[in-house]
């Protein structure tokens, strides 16, 4: 099967596309609430250390790996290796498309449902209580929540299908700037709010006593998640990198831009839990609950609602298509079915599979697998175990089995950019980044204690 290969146009298209992956409900929906569950600043700072000394080595290596080979994860490494092994890498990333596709739909669908109540001046002179009230009431539902994921589905298929990803592309760089300068107002507010600091002490003074396997095994899922690591992603986008990007430095904006963006949902959101005593570890629900309240009080708080949630909603849709990426290209490129064919396919079983999550809040919440409801559940399975597993390999391959000097050529750039130190970088992806996932694995079943 043939497949077009055209390439970015400019240095920033580049990183809007693996940026707009990078950045949506993970950093503002999933950093939030699972920094509530694991004691809020001890988490942060063990999901920075990830980030820096896991997240980056591995983004490059997806990288290199990436635009050396000019293809996505499955023939990336047919390309070059001869051994199947590495196949596992894509089955896995494929795996942990699936599943990841199944929830977000879910958050997505509940954004825009919150769009909807925005529209509809819903939040308008209800307290803290009863806003919680509107969002489980809704979220446990059996129609509207699924309803609202099948169109979302049904928008990023018919984006993937379309290609008209390029123009969504586009449209990112000005509309992801606007939601940061409206989570940016969302922070003054929040900070300024009475009782705030607690939320702030909260998010930023490490509580080193919650330390636990939990907290290790989470924070390092999240960072594989909120990076988009791991399953052959950003090894895609990198495929159609041209000659000059510069590796590195790519890999740096890309982590720092997503994670100063979940920082800045942290501190509009931390303040108003402590403000209108909601619980910091309210579970998924956590932002919905919470910053409706903040848009009460704010002057233009109809309007910015609603503007929100229709850019969380985009921020969604520009990482659901690269989700659904994943598994429209193992379908067309592997199995040989056309792009609209694997595209109908693989959106309709995720479709499914998403809505069995959906239930999984409300009527089948008693439905539990090792004490975990099926949204739960697939959470973990991917983002904890499959994405750390799959960046384990990627950065195994760059350190150990890909020579040298092409590591060195395409960091790089064939001898034009100078690389800041190669013995650093291949001490990251050769020991420090696969040992260290090792380590909290084992650590998180119970194996070591520390
Ligand atoms: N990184 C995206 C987010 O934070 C989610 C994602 C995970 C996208 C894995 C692609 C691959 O919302």
Redesign the pocket.
């Known amino acids: 099967m043939k497949t077009e290969r055209d390439s970015f146009s400019s240095k920033f298209g580049v990183i809007a596309a693996a940026a707009g992956?990078?950045?949506?409900?993970?950093?503002i929906w999933k950093f939030p609430y699972i920094a509530g569950e694991n004691g809020g600043g001890v988490f942060l700072i063990v999901y920075l250390v990830f980030i820096l000394l896991i997240g980056i080595p591995v983004m490059m290596s997806e990288f290199i790996i990436g635009r050396k080979a000019h293809k996505n994860v499955f023939g990336a490494f047919r390309e070059l290796t001869n051994s199947g092994f590495w196949k596992i890498i894509g089955v896995m990333g494929v795996m942990a498309a699936f599943f990841?596709l199944s929830f977000y739909g879910t958050v997505a669908g509940w954004t825009m449902e919150f769009l909807i109540l925005a529209i509809t001046d819903s939040f308008s002179g209800r307290d803290a209580h009863e806003i919680e009230q509107l969002f489980s009431t809704f979220s446990e539902g059996a129609y509207k929540p699924v309803i609202f994921q099948i169109i979302f589905m049904a928008i990023t298929a018919l984006i993937v299908i379309g290609g008209i990803r390029k123009g969504i592309e586009k449209y990112t760089k000005i509309l992801m700037p606007l939601l940061i300068v409206i989570i940016l107002y969302l922070d003054i507010t929040a900070v300024s709010l009475k009782g705030g600091g607690e939320g702030l002490r909260f998010l930023f003074n490490p509580d080193f006593s919650k330390l636990s396997p939990k907290l290790f095994i989470d924070a390092l899922g999240h960072a594989f998640?909120?990076?988009?690591l791991g399953?052959g992603?950003l090894m895609t986008y990198a495929s159609y990198f041209q000659k000059d990007t510069n590796l590195t430095s790519t890999s740096v904006s890309v982590a720092m831009a997503d994670t100063i963006i979940a920082l800045l949902a942290g501190i509009a959101i931390f303040p108003a839990v402590f403000a209108f005593s909601t619980e910091p570890a309210a579970g998924p629900g956590l932002v919905f609950i919470t910053l409706p309240n903040i848009f009460e009080l704010i002057p233009g708080g109809y309007v910015f609602s609603i503007l929100f949630f229709l850019l969380l909603a985009v921020a969604a849709l520009t990482?659901s298509i690269?989700?659904l990426e994943v598994v429209v290209a193992y379908l067309s490129e592997e199995k040989d079915i056309s792009r609209t064919k694997a595209t109908i396919l693989a959106a309709s079983a995720i479709t499914v599979t998403g809505v069995l999550c959906t239930l999984s809040i409300g009527p089948l919440s008693d439905f539990l697998i090792f004490g975990f409801n099926i949204f739960e559940l697939l959470d973990k399975v991917a983002s904890n175990i499959l994405l750390p597993l799959g960046g384990m390999l990627i950065s195994i391959f760059v350190g150990w089995k890909m020579k040298r000097h092409i590591v060195i050529d395409e960091l790089s750039n064939y001898g034009k950019v100078r690389i800041a130190s190669i013995h650093l970088f291949m001490f990251l992806v050769r020991y420090l980044a696969p040992i260290a996932i090792f380590f909290v694995f084992l650590h998180g079943i119970g194996i070591i204690k520390i």
């Open positions: 992956s990078a950045i949506g409900l993970g950093n990841i998640f909120t990076l988009s399953m992603v990482s690269s989700i």
